[in-house]
């Protein structure tokens, strides 16, 4: 079934106040989502936050099962973070290095997982590879096939980068890594809740995504998929008690689920809200989800083709939800102001997110739209509007 936009607008109360374009930044929330966290704050204000966790065992629990549908894994294989970042670091910091190791990775890569591929690499010997691009601008598989040898233990991709509209293509990278039996990690910040995903037809041992993005649950939230496949020889970086069990004086037991990721405390509101964030979208129909956003991303593609001195930034076969552009003469930074000034929201992408990237194409930065299926062709018109003329260059 086609997305029903008017009962999506009207669930989510920032389609009054703005034209939210900056989905892949944090989506706006609908107001089940913001409803399940504040019950859950109310419950802790009024009788503690402990027993208010116990009283809500089963929606917590809930969001394991939900997640597991999301992505076609099983709950056992789910682990709560408060964020990507911490899910990614949990899986990537989990693996054991022996210098000469390869890591083999993508140019559209993201700042946090190249500077914790550097570390490694500066601590523990290891060698980092940048996979070249095909003549699409997606990480060219055929150069991946031919980089792999016996030192790759790990190929660690971004299935959509931060900055631009570009799909990898995430189940030909999977059937590499299998048939070479090399661990894939797989960065689907920008994917989950955009596009349809089933770790078992990718074929990737880890995947780590945020709630707060397409999405559209709370910040402070996100999770880790492991594959059972690899539980038993992936050790967290560090362990508390809900994570292993302290066995005697001077042993302990790790435990045999994702959950070895996770830590004691969080924040069990956002994590209950997560769940109905994913309940949501389940609800929606990710094919559908899916066709909305790049309908209307391909439509605000075709709007920005027509005016003088915008250029469009997306490569790839597949493209998604996210439009990245510049304007002649403006700088991308000063455009976010004047734009958000306007109640219209975007974000920037710079060469310190993304630069293997965007270093290598001679972009500083680039203004970056990210349409979700609430947004209107109207509010892409109103964006294209506010646009300025462009501005000469190269003058001195």
Known sequence: MPIDVERARRDTAGCTNVTHLNNAGSALPPRQ??????????????????????????????????????????????????NATRAWDMAFHGLRWQPGDRILTGRSEYASNAIAYLQTARRYGVRVEVVPDDEHGQISVPAL????????????VTHV????????????????????????????????????????????????????KYLRGP????????????????????????????TGPDSYRVRDDARRFESWENGVAGRIGLGVAVDYALDLGLPAIEQRITELAEGLRERLRALPGVRMHDRGVRQCGIVSLTVDGHD??????????????LSVSTVGQARWDLAERGLESVLRASVHYYNTEQELDRLCAALPAPRPTGLG
Request: hydrophobic residues 40%; proline residues 4%.
């Open 161 to 212: 980068p931060t900055q631009g509209g570009l799909v990898n293509p995430a189940a030909e990278i999977g059937e590499v890594a299998r048939a070479a039996g090399v661990r894939y990690l797989l960065d689907a910040c920008q994917s989950v809740g955009q596009l349809p995903l089933d770790v078992r037809e990718i074929g990737c041992d880890l995947l780590t995504a945020p709630g707060r």
């Open 219 to 246: 910040r402070g939230t996100g999770f880790l998929y492991c594959s059972e496949r690899l539980l038993e020889s992936l050790e967290p970086p560090f362990l508390d008690l809900r994570s292993a069990v302290w």
């Open 33 to 82: 989502v913001v409803d399940a966290v504040v019950h859950h704050l109310r419950l802790e204000e009024e009788g503690g936050g402990y027993e208010a966790a116990l009283a809500e065992t089963d929606r917590i629990e809930h969001v394991y099962g939900a997640l597991a549908r999301l992505i076609g894994a099983g709950p056992h294989e789910i682990a709560l973070q408060e």
């Open 145 to 156: 096939r031919e980089l792999i040898d016996e030192r790759v233990k790990l190929i660690g």
């Open 332 to 345: 991308s930074s000063d455009l976010l102001r004047e734009l958000r000034a306007q109640r219209i929201n």
